[in-house]
Nanobody, 115 residues
């Protein structure tokens, strides 16, 4: 059974930081391209960042320079370090894993940026 379990969300003030984690089981984690998506209130789900099996990363323009995606294949975990958070970063953040046409989603973790 494949599971992607996110953690680390919460309430943070503008300018603050959070680190999200996504622990995977049931897949050969090291071969998967991992990604973080988010869906804000009333918005469509959007891609935030990706990291390939070779640790090449890409980011949405809106988070470049503020967010960092990383992976630890030994721990089967992908991370999203979020710094300089803004109210517009408020969303449910989802972990996603893909290998060719095989893909999986986590259940999501809420991030709220508010004073």
């Amino acid at each position: 059974q494949v599971q992607l379990v996110e953690s680390g969300g919460g309430l943070v003030q503008p300018g603050g930081s959070l680190r999200l984690s996504c622990a995977a089981s049931g897949i050969v984690f090291s071969i998967y391209t991992m990604a973080w998506y988010r869906q804000g209130p009333g918005k469509q789900r959007e891609l935030v960042a990706t990291i390939t099996s070779g640790s090449t990363s890409n980011y949405a323009d809106s988070v470049k320079g503020r967010f960092t995606i990383s992976r630890d294949d030994a721990k089967r975990t992908v991370y999203l370090q979020m710094n300089s958070l803004k109210p517009e970063d408020t969303a449910v953040y989802y972990c996603h894993g893909r290998w060719y046409n095989e893909y999986y989603w986590g259940q999501g973790t809420q991030v709220t940026v508010s004073s």
